[in-house]
Every structure is written in structure tokens, then in C-alpha cells.
């Protein structure tokens, strides 16, 4: 029962954060799959079902103003990548696993 609270809730808050990212016309985007491989590992979703608030949560090579969010398939052993953003001129620090200012962000210079 625990489990199952603890995912109606990840999956609410994720909800709700697309959602308001939407409304304020924050674009979001699924990453393709083959773009970056193993973004979404097999080991990490199984081992924590995203329900943590720092779990499946990584950095994007392609542009540190954003970051990734693993969210769990129907399977429950692979995730689905999707680009989340930072707030203006933040970046991805992906040792605290949140949006950093750019001196304290873990990107490659």
C-alpha cells in the first residue's frame, strides 16, 4: 500500500510540474531514445521506481540548462527520458541533483 501511495504521489507531483511548466509556456520535450543512450538505466528504476525526489534524475550532454527525468514505464524496469529545464541561467549541478547557479554546476566548460 505504501508503494502505491508513494507512486500516486511521484506521479501527481510530476503532473503538476509539467503542468505549470506548460501553462508558464515552458517547452518540454521527449528526449528520442536512440539521441542518448542508456539515459533512463534499468538498474536505477528498479532499484528505486523514481519515487525518491532525487532519484532518475540526470544530466543532459547536450545542454546543461536543462536536465533529464526518468519517468517509470508500465513495466516498471525501463523509463521513459524527458528534458526538463532549469530556471533562467541555472544549471544542471548533478552531484546535489538540482538546478545550480553556472560556478557551482557539475557541466563540462
Known sequence: MKKLVGLFVMSFLLTMTIAGLLLSGVKI???QAQSIESLCPTEDITN???QGPKD?????P???NTYIQCTVNNDGMT???VVMPCPGGLQWNDNQKI????NS???PS
Open 79 to 81: 523509463g521513459t527520458p
Open 29 to 31: 520535450d521527449k528526449v
Open 56 to 60: 532518475c534524475l540526470y544530466p543532459n
Open 48 to 50: 528505486t521506481q523514481c
Open 105 to 107: 554546476s557539475t557541466c
Open 62 to 64: 547536450k545542454n546543461c
Open 99 to 102: 538546478c545550480d547557479w553556472p
